[in-house]
Structures are given as structure tokens and as C-alpha cells.
């Protein structure tokens, strides 16, 4: 029994890496780079845009983002823009009145990424780092009022749908006001 648990201990993370891998191979016919395209754009989407870059950021904020981009989106096959879509959810939280003024206090806010960002001790990979680099200096990229992204549809609709075959859908709803 003991050597069972040992050779299954050694091959299961392995196995598991190899399907993830075979899994990601395989069932995305697009490239990994290509740009969403919105599939209903928000109502008061005129009124409503991105978030205006930060000027300056500390490397606390740049560390905080990318953990959060890392937790949420990090698998090698989920697209630069997918990562950035999450930080701009951040950003435009934000930027918004209803959520808190920092980046910290968004993402630790009772009931939102509190629990994965201070659960999981996650080393954030080269790759979100500069995506989560690229929103400090350039801001979101998406509308303002684009707020939430989860498995679960919240607000007044549905900005974008990501389909993933491993981890299912992320929705990115928005709110109007």
C-alpha cells in the first residue's frame, strides 16, 4: 500500500500536468493572441470609458495586480488579452465609486478576490507581470463600467465571454451607472 501512495504521489502531478498541456493543445483552433471581440456591448457603453492610465505606480500595486491577473488567469494558454481584461476589472474598480480606492482594497474586499489572493501563494510568471505593467502605464482596456468577471453572470449584462475548455466561462459584465 505504501509504495502504491508513493508511486501515485510521483504520477499523478504528472499526469495531470500532461493532460492540462494536451488539453490546451488541443482545443484551441484560434491563436492565444487574438482579441475578443465584445459579444454585447454595454448599454451605456458611449458614456463609459477605460480607465485613464496611472502615472505612477509602486511596486507594491505592480506585485498586487499581478497577483490577482496570476490567480484568475495564469494557466500558459489563457491569452495576454484574457489577463488583461481581469486587471482592467480591477483598475476599473478602482476608478469606480462604488468599489474601493486601491488596488489592495479591491482585491481584498469581504466576498471578491480576498480568497484567492490571500489563500493561494502564487509566484506570478514574467508574462503577467508585464501585462499587469502594460495596464499601469496604459490603463484598462475596457469600457469603465466593466466591473465584474467571474463563472457567474452579475450586473445589468455580459460585456464578454471567455470560453475555456479547462476552467469553463469567465463573464466580464458591466453595470449602468
Known sequence: MKNYIRLMRTRLPLIGLLLTCAMAVGFHSE????MPNPTEPPASSATTSATEPTQAYTQEELNDLATVIFSQAG???????????????VLNRV??????DTIEDVIMEKGQYGAEYGALDVTPDARTIENARWLLENGSVLPGNVVFQD??????????????????????????D
Do not use: L, M
Not at 491563436?31 to 487574438?34: E, F, L, S, W, Y
Open 95 to 100: 476608478a469606480h465609486d462604488r468599489f474601493p
Open 31 to 34: 491563436p492565444v493572441d487574438a
Open 151 to 176: 463563472n457567474n453572470v452579475q450586473g445589468d449584462g455580459i460585456y464578454y465571454t471567455y470560453e475555456d475548455p479547462v476552467i469553463g466561462p469567465t463573464y466580464f459584465c458591466y453595470i449602468n
Open 75 to 89: 494557466a500558459t494558454w489563457i491569452p495576454d488579452d484574457i489577463q488583461k481584461y481581469v486587471g482592467s476589472v
